[in-house]
Every structure is written in structure tokens, then in C-alpha cells.
């Protein structure tokens, strides 16, 4: 078993979903968590874990954490020696997933609200891997740009389409990896 399906193994969804739908964490679909928000697809958070390559030891941004399921994956993907930091522009949701995350007894992993007008933690940058679970409409230079200038990794989804950044210095590399739809970043 991969690293990425034995993360999701012990962390379950159903601690990162509202009560009334706990019983849907098998569902391989997205599950509303409020605020016009979603528990990404299983399926799909697993596709984009393993695009973005987590080793051990990394420090880890997690842009759209909502729930903080994904910045839980993370943190165990990184383990103890790395360091993760999950944003959420959503007040409410931010604090809910602050709470949730606390239960999974990582504390090399946070999750904070996001700054109006600032896209991701800059301050805290850069970082080996960016995860994004939310839809812009063009690649955010701002996140590419708090990349590790060597083999920094961004997965994001843009205009229904998931890419891959691999950041090399002041270059950049983007492929392409299938057709999908997320919640607009906000």
C-alpha cells in the first residue's frame, strides 16, 4: 500500500464532516460542509495527493483547507519532522477545522484563516508543497512564487483543469493532469 492510501486509512473523513453526513464518508463524491463549501471527492483528494509527492520531513501549505481533512492528510504524509499550515478563508469553517484537526493529535500541522486579499502564507514561505482545493480562473503567480525555488511542488486546479508546478528557480514547469470541477477560490 502507497504512502498517500495509508494516510487516508487512518485519517477518515467521517471526523471531518458535519454530523448529518458522517454516514456518507464512504461516498467517493464531495459532501457539503457549509458555506457554499465542500469534503472534496476521496478519489480526487488521493489523485492530487499523489501528484504532489509528499516526503517526509516537508513543510507543507494546504490553500482551501475548509475541514482540515486534506491538512490532516498532509500532516500525517509529512510526519512529525515536517510542518504543515492549512488556510481557510471562511471564518466559521476555520475554526471547525482547526477544532478538527486538533483531535488528530498532530501538532506539527495547524490550520489558521486565511488574510483578506492574501493568497495563501507568504510570510511563512516557501514551502516544499502547495496543495489547493479550490478553483481559480488562472494560475496565482502568488503561490508559484512561495514555492521552494528547487523542485517545489504546487497541485491546483484551474479552470476545470488540474496542474502540476514544478518550480525550478525563476522557471516554472505545468503539466496537465484531467478534467475537474471544485469550488471557486475565493
Same mark, same amino acid.
Given at each position: ?15 471531518? $464532516? *458535519?454530523?448529518? /453526513?458522517? =454516514? ?7 459532501? %457539503?460542509? !457549509?458555506?457554499?463549501? +465542500? ?9 492530487? $495527493? *499523489?501528484?504532489? /509527492?509528499? =516526503? ?7 490553500? %482551501?483547507? !475548509?475541514?482540515?481533512? +486534506? ?116
Amino acid at each position: 500500500m502507497d504512502a498517500v492510501s495509508t494516510a487516508m486509512r487512518e485519517v477518515r473523513r467521517e471526523g471531518f $464532516l *458535519r454530523r448529518a /453526513d458522517r =454516514r456518507r464518508a464512504d461516498y467517493d463524491g464531495p459532501l %457539503g460542509i !457549509g458555506h457554499h463549501q +465542500t469534503n472534496s471527492q476521496p478519489r480526487t483528494v488521493a489523485e492530487m $495527493l *499523489r501528484l504532489l /509527492d509528499v =516526503r517526509a520531513g516537508q513543510r507543507a501549505l494546504d490553500v %482551501g483547507a !475548509g475541514s482540515g481533512w +486534506t491538512t490532516a492528510l498532509l500532516a500525517r504524509l509529512v510526519g512529525q519532522t515536517g510542518e504543515v499550515r492549512g488556510v481557510e478563508i471562511v471564518p466559521e469553517l476555520a475554526q471547525w477545522g482547526a477544532r478538527n484537526l486538533a483531535r488528530t493529535d498532530q501538532p506539527w500541522a495547524s490550520l489558521l484563516e486565511a488574510e483578506p486579499g492574501v493568497l495563501g502564507l507568504p510570510a511563512h514561505a516557501p514551502y516544499d508543497r502547495i496543495l489547493v482545493s479550490a478553483e481559480p480562473d488562472r494560475l496565482p503567480g502568488e503561490l508559484v512564487a512561495q514555492l521552494d525555488l528547487d523542485g517545489g511542488i504546487l497541485v491546483i486546479p484551474v479552470a476545470g483543469e488540474m496542474l502540476r508546478v514544478v518550480r525550478h528557480g525563476d522557471e516554472h514547469e505545468v503539466t496537465r493532469h484531467g478534467r475537474y470541477r471544485f469550488v471557486p477560490l475565493v
